[in-house]
């Protein structure tokens, strides 16, 4: 079981790790700063820093097998460490950074359209929700303005975790549909944006509504009966 060092701390870059096994399906490491793909939200990329300065680009983080499992895939072509074998992982930063931007913006759109929500995905360039809601309840203006507004108060935004009763006690915080937050885990993670928004999450965000940057709505559309797509971009 790894050390998930971005649960804690999603501003760490790097971290030292030793390899625990290299397999067809990727790298494993006793602890990583590598978020893997999951809630919508990508796998992380970067590299290993192996101690004779020679790096193995990872071309992108999935889950293992476990709660707490993380692969590491390597790039093709790449020279693969050996287990045992102590390495400094470092992201791509940047990369990281635009997503858990776009991963509160989310948060806050979810805050600002009251409807449950259908699917969601965040990418470098944009991000999206699905809700279950009628087209006409979908103003643009209206939305980007209320986004805009959330961003510019700086709310502080946190992940703490509660209890399975406490989750079960508030069924409301679960805004996703057909998605429901892992139990039985000894606790259930949240994403919390003060005076905004409470519902379970296990990505990364940044630590300040100010931080995530002025939001675009760029588009909303039609995506089956009831089900209506939200566009976001950075301005």
């Known amino acids: 079981m790894a050390e998930l060092v971005f649960r804690d701390d999603a501003y760490a870059r790097a971290c030292r790790a030793r390899v625990l096994a290299v397999t067809p399906a990727g790298i494993e490491l006793d602890r990583t700063v590598f978020y893997p793909t999951g809630g919508g939200q990508p796998g992380d990329t970067g590299s290993l820093l192996r101690p004779d300065g020679s790096r193995v680009r990872i071309a992108g983080t999935v889950k293992g097998e476990g709660a707490d499992a993380v692969l590491h895939l390597p790039a093709p072509g790449e020279a693969l460490p050996v287990p045992g074998e102590e390495v400094e992982a470092v992201l791509d930063w940047e990369r990281r950074h635009r997503h858990m931007r776009f991963h509160t913006a ?93 519902q379970p999450c296990g990505g990364t965000h940044v630590a300040d509504t100010r931080e995530v940057g002025p939001l675009a709505v760029v588009k909303i559309r039609s995506e089956g009966a009831r089900n209506r797509r939200v566009v976001l971009g950075f301005a």
Do not use: Y
């Open 106 to 198: 989310l948060h806050l759109l979810c805050a600002v359209v009251p409807a449950p929500v259908t699917g969601g995905q965040v990418a470098e360039d944009k991000a999206r929700l699905d809700f279950d809601i009628e087209m006409e309840r979908l103003v643009k203006e209206t939305i980007e303005a209320e986004l805009n507004r959330l961003v510019a108060e700086g709310h502080r935004v946190r992940p703490r975790w509660i209890t399975d009763a406490e989750l079960d006690a508030r069924p409301e915080l679960v805004r996703t549909m057909s998605v429901q937050p892992p139990r039985g885990q000894g606790g259930v993670r949240v994403l919390e944006i003060e005076g905004v928004d409470l």
